[in-house]
């Protein structure tokens, strides 16, 4: 059995590599929102209140272009609308959790957060206090994400853009599956959701990051059951 | 006003973190759909992987000789044999560097 602070630490240093991505995208982040001409403070506060990477990028650029607030916050809740999918996965491993300690988790529920969090948990199933992972990733993100978008903030995009540095988000990303190239079945998945994705890239809202997920789970449950 | 609208987006994202995990009792979820939600990552993933390679910041698709096709070719093959999550990132960014710095500049 870990105890807590083992976990936590494990948590930390799981979702430690990630920030070579993710603290030059906050960086960009921080720097686009003042380049947009919005109030530092506003900027700021998004990363506190939102806490979602690309989804600020993308609430502060609709603003901007003159979109309506409705808009803009209708492109946060649909970009962000994947948690819903991390927090089924998710809560089988934190049922046992009080309602409180549920609501406070879910706070630092993110993207590479939940994925190393759930490579954990499956091959860790009977540790009792495996929440203490999650919270560790989490807490490592929300820190690192909270000084890389300030940086941003303050000191303007130093990060030269020539070095192209979001495409350290896709690379993240690529870390995280590529083991599961070993699978045909996840292969026929992730290529459903990669071609959907590009294909309705141009849906309004956003919303080729739920719709191409969903199309890709109806491919799972298919081949789940070609299986049997 | 700009606040109140982060606000909302802030509410509405707590609420896509929050609603699965506080409200939905693990009895709920039958067996299949379980079995489903194994492929989360592998489902959700990739659509931000495709569009941070295939579309630019225009929105329009690249070109299919773009730096980053190969790029993420390279991260995609020294992921898989080294399981390094930092190997993977660098020696992406660092192929990606060499084709526009030095191969096409």
Redesign the interface.
Known sequence: MLTKKQLFTRGMLDIS??M??VIPFGIICGAIGVELG??PY?VY??SF????G??QIV?LQL?SGGAS?LV??AS??II?????????????Y??KLS?IK??L???V?V?QGF?ES?KFFKKNRSEEFLHYHLIGTGCTMWVCWQIATLSGIVLGSFVPE????????????????????KKL??VI??????????LF??APFKS??II??II??FV??LL?RLKK | MTLTSIIFAGILTYFTRMTMIALISRDMLGDKIKAVLEYVPSAVFPAIIFPGIFINDFGTFIEMNDPKIFGALVAVIVGYFSKNIIATISAGLVSYWFLIFVVFN
């Open positions: 590599p990630h070579l991505s919005f109030h506003l506060a998004m209140i939102i806490f979602g690309a989804s609430f603003l607030s803009a916050v946060v809740g962000n609308s994947r948690h819903l999918l991390y927090g089924a996965v998710l809560s089988e934190l049922e309602f549920k609501l988790i879910s706070y529920v993207d994925a759930n020539e070095l192209g540095l979001k495409f350290a988000i896709p690379l993240t990303f690529i870390a995280i599956v590529v083991q599961d190239l079945d996840h998945v992730m290529i459903t959701c990669g071609l959907s994705s590009l890239f141009d080729y990051i191409s997920p890709a789970l799972a449950a789940l």
